[in-house]
């Protein structure tokens, strides 16, 4: 019984971990463009903006192997997934939240 009460906390607290480094990483990349790009239409239509999105993707996969957060051989297809629709999801809201209102950093 304890041992279920265990991996249970453990896998909560490690998807906690994933999901929150993508989306606050999705969150930063969007500011990122939102410096490097500005706002208005020319930031809209910057194509350039999708090589940082993916930059960070990208990124995040030696971290959280780094880290530690799963074991050798945990890390699958869906975990890859899972990672780069959230932080796309992420830097997608963000940064279109960022440009229609007209923020300047």
């Given at each position: 019984?304890?041992?279920?009460?265990?991996?249970?906390?453990?896998?909560?607290?490690?998807?906690?971990?994933?999901?929150?480094?993508?989306?606050l990483l999705g969150v930063a990349t969007a500011f990122v463009c939102l410096?490097?790009?500005?706002?208005?239409?020319?930031?809209?239509?910057?194509?350039?903006?999708?090589?940082?999105?993916?930059?960070?993707?990208?990124?995040?996969?030696?971290?959280?192997?780094?880290?530690?957060?799963?074991?050798?051989?945990?890390?699958?297809?869906?975990?890859?997934?899972?990672?780069?629709?959230?932080?796309?999801?992420?830097?997608?809201?963000?940064?279109?939240?960022?440009?229609?209102?007209?923020?300047?950093?």
């Open positions: 019984m304890s041992t279920e009460s265990i991996s249970d906390r453990y896998e909560h607290i490690r998807s906690v971990s994933v999901t929150a480094l993508s989306a410096s490097l790009y500005g706002t208005g239409e020319a930031g809209a239509q910057n194509q350039e903006a999708l090589l940082v999105v993916l930059g960070a993707i990208v990124i995040q996969f030696p971290v959280i192997k780094l880290s530690g957060i799963y074991n050798e051989g945990e890390f699958g297809a869906k975990h890859y997934l899972f990672i780069a629709f959230m932080t796309f999801s992420l830097w997608f809201v963000t940064w279109g939240i960022l440009l229609t209102t007209g923020v300047t950093i």
